[in-house]
């Protein structure tokens, strides 16, 4: 059964940082695309950062240069650290991974889903 657990998140001020945590199990998360998705509130849900099988990384722009996502295989999680954070930051991080095959998947019935960790961050 796969499952997935954000840790992390907290109400920080701007310029400051976090860094979230996803727990994964039931599956190697080594193994696929693993991604990071926020969501505020009124609005769609974003994607935010990928790291696809061979440690490859892409970045929206919004957060390029600040948030670093990166993995330890031996603890099968996923890290987004996230660096002079911004009142537009604050949303529900969730962690995703594909439900079929190991590639990045963008649509919301497509992926598995954390309970997501919330990051809110005051001017």
């Known amino acids: 059964q796969v499952q997935l657990v954000e840790s992390g998140g907290g109400s920080v001020q701007a310029g400051g940082s976090l860094r979230l945590s996803c727990a994964a199990s039931?599956?190697?998360?080594?193994?696929?695309?693993m991604a990071w998705f926020r969501q505020a509130p009124g609005k769609e849900r974003e994607e935010v950062a990928f790291?696809?099988?061979?440690?490859?990384?892409t970045y929206s722009d919004s957060v390029k240069g600040r948030f670093t996502i990166s993995r330890d295989n031996s603890k099968n999680t996923l890290y987004l650290q996230m660096s002079s954070l911004k009142p537009e930051d604050t949303a529900m991080y969730y962690c995703?991974?594909?439900?079929?095959?190991?590639?990045?998947?963008?649509?919301?019935?497509?992926?598995?889903w954390g309970q997501g960790t919330q990051v809110t961050v005051s001017s």
């Open positions: 995703a991974a594909p439900r079929y095959g190991s590639g990045c998947r963008r649509k919301y019935e497509e992926n598995y």
């Open positions: 039931g599956f190697t998360s080594s193994s696929v695309c």
């Open positions: 790291m696809l099988r061979y440690g490859i990384t």
